[in-house]
């Protein structure tokens, strides 16, 4: 064999009692799995290379739910924020914009509208339009190499709305609905797993339900899921989830929310309603599942706070608004007295919006600092031409332990990699969970944990040979530490790496080793299969 782990505490992804065992691999697949129990008759696995696993856990790749590396795979080939927590697989294309599929107007658009998200992009080579050749540049990654951990990509269905019906706040005519539908079919055929939304974002919130029922019909028909950051998770977050639920039991699709939080004061301690209401859904049929991040804080760029109806036409015309005092004067009335759509119709709180990253440098000064106003809000937004991204704490701890106890829940890091200070979810969110909620508060055993950060959702992604260890699956591999396995991140130092994590192994090769970084690049694109 290449390598066996000798004596690991195997937690296998399933959700069943762990077992001691040696695990060995071949080709970048799990070869052996030989217990203790069965190892005084049978003949221990030999390898060109031995581990000792003894005290530690051996556990399938953590694969991220609802990640935003769609550029930061490319340009950081390290990319330690998710390799070094073990992840071994995200989902890109989240919250209904990234770059494909895409013609050169859009492009540009799209990429001025997520700066805050993943950058302005300069320092990338935008050589794909469609979603196939932007998987294939995942391939590729750096120097034909490929990327530091594995990728799999959602259509982006405000990105889809951009090029056929553009920034405008009306109904699809039918052409463009059927060229919305060619898009998420082509897109589906070339590798994506499904389809996102952001339905609280431009534009992909001008679409009706009708619309989106249509383009979901076609989601199922290629076998894929619906991934829909809703239309709020703050007033209506309750009709907004039912209203995800409705839509794809009619289109027979699949249906996985994103980051199901239930966020501002009006939503505290009622977390047990939206899982009244998924159990329901799902003890009659329906096909659903969800991921969170264990934080209460939310992450997002500050012009998405406005109502929608200021992102009409697109970046520029939403700076144009803001220059004119007459317009910026009705944007701050729905912001701060009548509850913006973009702010989850809740009237905004300046005090609980920290500014966490700047586009323009000489705007550094702001990051760290709560917004002490609209004045203050709308000199950024124009200074730094839409480009600020915000912590938003608005969550509530109960809410965040409930959810992510339920029998549909994964682990997604919502991991914004822009910013000085980005939110530590995107470097902590997977050791978090096994420190803090396993070890220290017991909210979950170590196995439903790590069941609900690896099988479930490939089981999402039907991924056959992934998110199991299991012979004959892929050795995409985390060993850790269960005493000493945290986040090392903070709100003070966000970038901080975790501990108690040694080894990571991606496609049976080591990404993390004795907690450093290798220089492999073992990651692909993960595609959609029949």
Same mark, same amino acid.
């Given at each position: 064999?290449?390598?066996?782990?000798?004596?690991?505490?195997?937690?296998?992804?399933?959700?069943?009692?762990?077992?001691?065992?040696?695990?060995?691999?071949?080709?970048?697949?799990?070869?052996?799995?030989?217990?203790?129990?069965?190892?005084?008759?049978?003949?221990?696995?030999?390898?060109?290379?031995?581990?000792?696993?003894?005290?530690?856990?051996?556990? /399938?790749?953590?694969?991220?739910?609802?990640?935003?590396?769609?550029?930061?795979?490319?340009?950081?080939?390290?990319?330690?924020?998710?390799?070094?927590?073990?992840?071994?697989?995200?989902?890109?294309?989240?919250?209904?914009?990234?770059?494909?599929?895409?013609?050169?107007?859009?492009?540009?658009?799209?990429?001025?509208?997520?700066?805050?998200?993943?950058?302005?992009?300069?320092?990338?080579?935008?050589?794909?339009?469609?979603?196939?050749?932007?998987?294939?540049?995942?391939?590729?990654?750096?120097?034909?190499?490929?990327?530091?951990?594995?990728?799999?990509?959602?259509?982006?269905?405000?990105?889809?709305?951009?090029?056929?019906?553009?920034?405008?706040?009306?109904?699809?005519?039918?052409?463009?609905?059927?060229?919305?539908?060619?898009?998420?079919?082509?897109?589906?055929?070339?590798?994506?797993?499904?389809?996102?939304?952001?339905?609280?974002?431009? /534009?992909?919130?001008?679409?009706?339900?009708?619309?989106?029922?249509?383009?979901?019909?076609?989601?199922?028909?290629?076998?894929?899921?619906?991934? /829909?950051?809703?239309?709020?998770?703050?007033?209506?977050?309750?009709?907004?989830?039912?209203?995800?639920?409705?839509?794809?039991?009619?289109?027979?699709?699949?249906?996985?929310?994103?980051?199901?939080?239930?966020?501002?004061?009006?939503?505290?301690?009622?977390?047990?309603?939206?899982?009244?209401?998924?159990?329901?859904?799902?003890?009659?049929?329906?096909?659903?599942?969800?991921?969170?991040?264990?934080?209460?804080?939310?992450?997002?760029?500050?012009?998405?706070?406005?109502?929608?109806?200021?992102?009409?036409?697109?970046?520029?015309?939403?700076?144009?608004?803001?220059?004119?005092?007459?317009?910026?004067?009705?944007?701050?009335?729905?912001?701060?007295?009548?509850?913006?759509?973009?702010?989850?119709?809740?009237?905004?709180?300046?005090?609980?919006?920290?500014?966490?990253?700047?586009?323009?440098?000489?705007?550094?000064?702001?990051?760290?600092?709560?917004?002490?106003?609209?004045?203050?809000?709308?000199?950024?937004?124009?200074?730094?031409?839409?480009?600020?991204?915000?912590?938003?704490?608005?969550?509530?701890?109960?809410?965040?332990?409930?959810?992510?106890?339920?029998?549909?829940?994964?682990?997604?890091?919502?991991?914004?990699?822009?910013?000085?200070?980005?939110?530590?979810?995107?470097?902590?969110?997977?050791?978090?969970?096994?420190?803090?909620?396993?070890?220290?508060?017991?909210?979950?055993?170590?196995?439903?944990?790590?069941?609900?950060?690896?099988?479930?959702?490939?089981?999402?992604?039907?991924?056959?040979?992934?998110?199991?260890?299991?012979?004959?699956?892929?050795?995409?591999?985390?060993?850790?530490?269960?005493?000493?396995?945290?986040?090392?991140?903070?709100?003070?130092?966000?970038?901080?790496?975790?501990?108690?994590?040694?080894?990571?192994?991606?496609?049976?090769?080591?990404?993390?080793?004795?907690?450093?970084?290798?220089?492999?690049?073992?990651?692909?694109?993960?595609?959609?299969?029949?």
């Amino acid at each position: 064999m290449d390598l066996v782990f000798r004596d690991a505490e195997v937690v296998d992804g399933t959700g069943g009692p762990s077992y001691r065992a040696d695990v060995a691999i071949e080709g970048g697949r799990i070869a052996a799995i030989v217990q203790e129990a069965a190892a005084a008759g049978c003949r221990r696995p030999t390898a060109r290379r031995s581990v000792d696993a003894e005290g530690l856990v051996l556990a /399938p790749g953590f694969i991220d739910m609802h990640a935003h590396s769609d550029l930061a795979l490319l340009r950081d080939p390290e990319h330690l924020a998710k390799a070094a927590q073990g992840v071994t697989l995200e989902v890109l294309g989240q919250d209904g914009l990234s770059y494909a599929p895409a013609d050169d107007r859009t492009l540009a658009e799209v990429r001025r509208a997520i700066t805050g998200w993943n950058g302005s992009g300069d320092d990338i080579d935008f050589d794909w339009r469609t979603v196939g050749e932007y998987l294939d540049r995942l391939d590729r990654g750096h120097d034909g190499r490929g990327i530091a951990v594995n990728a799999a990509y959602l259509v982006p269905q405000g990105t889809v709305r951009m090029l056929a019906v553009g920034w405008d706040d009306r109904p699809a005519t039918g052409a463009e609905l059927d060229r919305m539908r060619r898009l998420v079919a082509e897109g589906l055929e070339q590798g994506a797993v499904g389809m996102s939304s952001g339905l609280t974002y431009t /534009p992909g919130m001008y679409a009706p339900d009708a619309e989106l029922t249509e383009l979901c019909r076609v989601v199922a028909e290629y076998g894929g899921y619906y991934c /829909p950051h809703h239309r709020s998770y703050g007033a209506g977050a309750l009709r907004a989830y039912e209203e995800m639920v409705r839509l794809t039991r009619d289109a027979g699709c699949a249906l996985h929310l994103a980051h199901a939080t239930m966020n501002f004061g009006v939503n505290e301690g009622r977390a047990p309603e939206l899982l009244a209401l998924l159990d329901a859904a799902m003890d009659a049929g329906a096909d659903i599942s969800l991921d969170t991040y264990p934080y209460t804080p939310g992450c997002t760029t500050l012009v998405a706070l406005l109502p929608s109806w200021a992102g009409e036409g697109g970046p520029e015309a939403v700076l144009a608004r803001l220059r004119d005092d007459a317009t910026a004067e009705r944007i701050r009335h729905d912001l701060e007295v009548v509850g913006s759509d973009g702010c989850h119709g809740v009237p905004v709180d300046w005090e609980t919006i920290e500014i966490s990253g700047v586009s323009e440098p000489g705007l550094a000064e702001h990051v760290g600092r709560r917004v002490d106003g609209w004045p203050t809000a709308r000199r950024l937004l124009l200074a730094d031409r839409l480009g600020s991204t915000i912590l938003q704490h608005v969550g509530h701890e109960e809410n965040v332990r409930t959810i992510m106890r339920h029998r549909a829940h994964t682990g997604g890091s919502d991991g914004i990699l822009q910013g000085t200070k980005p939110h530590p979810r995107a470097y902590g969110t997977f050791p978090r969970y096994l420190g803090r909620y396993v070890r220290e508060l017991g909210v979950l055993s170590l196995e439903e944990c790590v069941a609900h950060l690896t099988g479930r959702p490939a089981a999402r992604l039907r991924l056959p040979d992934r998110g199991l260890v299991r012979e004959g699956y892929v050795a995409d591999l985390v060993l850790f530490d269960p005493e000493t396995v945290g986040a090392g991140s903070t709100y003070a130092e966000p970038r901080t790496l975790p501990t108690g994590i040694p080894h990571v192994l991606v496609d049976g090769r080591f990404v993390m080793e004795d907690g450093r970084r290798t220089d492999v690049l073992a990651g692909r694109s993960v595609r959609r299969t029949e």
